[in-house]
């Protein structure tokens, strides 16, 4: 059960012992680890069961079955965790007791230079967390208008100029298509602004990847789900990484919704599926340290209460 250095270097998990803390686990509970990624979450979890525990880890990324862990509790289902209920009826399961989810990309996924997530390798325009599907992100760039790419750009990226960068890569691919990220730094080079570069690059990798992925679409349906099958009293704990999920994490803990709508009865008493526990958490300065990609993390928990959820309106 002791993480090997093969994984701790596969994806170091952010605030692995709050999070899973944060579960307040029962030996003899179900649980689903949403983000399976190295198996450090997962790890920790099976620790805290018994026996009779069983523990379901979800992972898009074909690769990480190299990390499957070797415990009659355990099962590493590879699909979307948009899936879960399909997934845990297929299991025969209907209610579990606690959900982590852990979101991001992890640590493999941007140092593989082939995979394409990261700004500081030339690699292909690929960007899929789960290799076969057929959407890329060279795809996106080379296919879509100006209007679908100024779009995810805006909305994704949160970027002013999304007009302007999707006109330039507009005007690159008539010349030659983007088949790799340096291709995609020169179609946006005139746009890059020096004193924040990493930050905007990041910014434009983020947007491109939520598309290729359907991300936040998926995690509303990890969270729609998560409403139906976690048992009162069990569990919610999320780690989000930038503004959008975050948002989307937030709004529907506090409302059980994604507008954020809050709902009351006639003595004014709120009727939502989760109850918030506390503040989220930030990684210490200590695992910032360790680990700069925890820079960013913010942890969300919350308690599942006894409203029946209707889903949205």
């Known amino acids: 059960m002791i993480m090997s250095k093969n994984d701790a270097t596969y994806h170091t998990p952010v605030m692995r012992d709050e999070s899973v803390e944060a579960l307040r686990i029962k030996p003899d509970g179900i649980y689903v680890d949403a983000t399976f990624g190295g198996g450090g979450h997962s790890k920790a979890i099976l620790r805290k069961l018994g026996p009779e525990g069983r523990l379901l880890a979800f992972d898009r990324d074909e690769d990480t079955a190299a990390h499957r862990i070797d415990d009659p509790r355990f099962t590493l289902i590879h699909a979307d965790y948009a899936y879960l209920k399909n997934y845990l009826r297929a ?103 020096a004193k924040r570069r990493n930050k905007w690059l990041a910014q434009i990798f983020q947007a491109l990847r939520i598309e290729v992925n359907g991300e936040l679409e998926s995690l509303k349906r990890l969270l729609r789900q998560a409403a139906e099958v976690i048992k009162p009293g069990g569990r919610l704990a999320v780690i989000t990484y930038h503004s959008l999920e975050d948002r989307l994490v937030k709004r529907f803990i506090r409302s059980g919704n994604f507008d954020d709508r809050i709902e009351k009865d006639f003595y004014g008493h709120m009727h939502t599926p989760f109850r918030k526990t506390g503040k989220f958490r930030v990684p210490s300065p200590e695992e910032i340290e360790r680990n700069p990609r925890a820079r960013s993390a913010k942890l969300r928990v919350a308690e599942r209460t006894d409203e029946p959820y209707k889903g949205e309106k």
């Open 91 to 193: 299991y025969g399961i209907r209610e579990i007791d606690g959900l982590l989810a852990d979101l991001g990309v992890s640590s493999h996924q941007f140092d593989t230079a082939e995979r394409g997530f990261s700004t500081r390798f030339e690699g292909p325009l690929d960007m899929r967390m789960d290799r076969s599907q057929e959407k890329t992100a060279a795809q996106i760039l080379n296919e879509y208008d100006e209007g679908e790419l100024a779009r995810i750009f805006s909305q994704y990226g949160e970027l002013r100029n999304a007009r302007a960068v999707a006109r330039s890569i507009i005007r690159y691919r008539k010349n030659q298509p983007l088949e790799t990220t340096t291709d995609l730094l020169e179609a946006i080079q005139s746009h890059i602004p």
